[in-house]
């Protein structure tokens, strides 16, 4: 087994030295360099196109999925060793997706035949971007409150309502969405419905955040026709669908207190403040709380590493998501404080040309949206609180 790794690993190697383009293997600088793929994504360059296309075809964007869905059919192991390799190189992740990271999962466990073959492919290859349609104005935290309708009428349902904070939806193929059929019952009477963004009713407005970015937009529906072959799941039963992608959408957010995620904390901070007769960051206090933060993080990606492991193999608890939610969500911030700590007043300036236009200060401002976003850092709390350390109810 191990000589087969040894293998593959060579193998792996040399595939992606003759690959990924040059360009590909440098950090990305912002949001521009990453690619969502889509009918309507406008590529940075050929070179991002090509990575996209040729990991496409391998099926590496998507690398532990079933070959025939679009995947790469790897083993765990082979996956991790993917990974690995991409590290090594500096690859940049070839796609960014909802479809991959949440409903790809979903679709896996509860779509039927045809709807495997007719998205997961698709998503793989980058040729379709999608949103999601879960939170609404009146519903916060209680998700399972939403009023969004979908009325029966035969052979389609009539969809009426509005969602808020719905990521990317202006630029957005389709759309996965959770839908009230039933008023009688709470979570028994939701339908998990997926949609073409294009279907007639359906229109967005974008939210502008206080960074003076934002992908959030509110999302209304007007009379939107949708095939009930379009249902993801049985009728009445989206409540499982929704619970069972918010797992993984919870692990995706996790994903931003990783230590491959952008430049260098201590070089930025090197960079800006100067090193002392010994070598070291002049700031003793700063270093302090940057080597603090360094442990934390290392500690961090070694429970990813050992939390992705047992979710490859079906057996995580089912509260860990939200574990690594909320420490993710702390750890991005604690990160990007720092980055505001090291650059000083110059990283409060919002529109200069030292500032990079305010870069670190929008980055920063920006993860006060991470506590919020796929679930409350108390909602999350509150769930290791009861399903973890089995304590009562409030």
Known sequence: MAEDLDTFRAETRRWLEANCPPEMRTP??????VCWGGRNFTFQSEAQKQWLKVMGERGWTVPDWPKEYGGGGLS???TKVLRQEMAALGCRKPLESFGISMLGPALLKYGTEEQKHEHLP????????????????NAGSDLASLATSAEDKGDHFLVNGQKVWT????????????????T?????GITF?????????VSTKPILLISGNSPFCETFFDDVKVPKDQVLGEINQGWSVAKY???HEREMISGMGGRSQGPSLSDYALGKIGKDEHGRLDDPVLRARIAMYEVRSHAFAAMSERFMDRLKAGKIHPAQPSMMKY???ELNKDRHELFMAAGGSDALEWDSEGSGGGKAARAWLRTKANSIEGGTSEIQLNIVAKRILELPEA
């Open 28 to 33: 990305m600088t912002s949001e521009k360099d």
């Open 76 to 78: 765990p192991a082979e």
């Open 122 to 137: 698709k998503i793989a290859r980058g040729e379709i971007r999608w949103c999601q349609g879960y939170s609404e104005p």
């Open 167 to 182: 990521s990317y939806a202006d630029q957005a193929d389709w759309i996965f969405c959770l839908t009230r059929t039933d």
């Open 184 to 188: 009688s019952t709470k979570q028994g």
């Open 193 to 201: 419905l997926l949609f073409d963004m294009e279907s007639e009713g």
């Open 245 to 247: 992608l918010l797992g």
């Open 327 to 329: 420490y993710g969500t």
